[in-house]
């Protein structure tokens, strides 16, 4: 099992940007993947919005509501993935969670609230 906790959510008005980190209890192997995802407000769990993955091998994909505007990265020193978020839009409102994949298994943070005003 392994624990992981976000941050850098906030309040950002629109065009502006946010760095969100998510640091894992454990070394982040080639066998891994971790994701970003986000709940948009009264959206349920199972409603959460793919945003970015990277798998520990390096392979990198995007949603296409983000692709030029956000980067995901990843620090193996520091078992922690980012998600660097410029030119925010409004609809960029949400709780964003990090997802850990491994071996068929998913486990999740808790999440960080990201709030873009327009």
């Known amino acids: 099992q392994v624990q992981l906790v976000e941050s850098g959510g906030g309040l950002v008005q629109a065009g502006g940007s946010l760095r969100l980190s998510c640091t894992a209890s454990k070394s982040i192997f080639s066998t891994n993947a971790m994701g970003w995802y986000r709940q948009a407000p009264g959206q349920q769990r199972e409603q959460r919005e793919f945003i970015a993955i990277i798998t520990g091998g390096g392979g990198i994909n995007y949603a296409d509501s983000v692709k030029g505007r956000f980067t995901i990265s990843i620090d193996n020193a520091k078992n922690t993935v980012y998600l660097q978020m410029n030119s925010l839009k409004p609809e960029d409102t949400g709780v964003y969670y990090c997802?850990?994949?491994?071996?068929?298994?998913?486990?999740w943070g808790e999440g960080t609230l990201v709030t873009v005003s327009s």
């Open positions: 997802r850990w994949s491994e071996f068929g298994m998913n486990y």
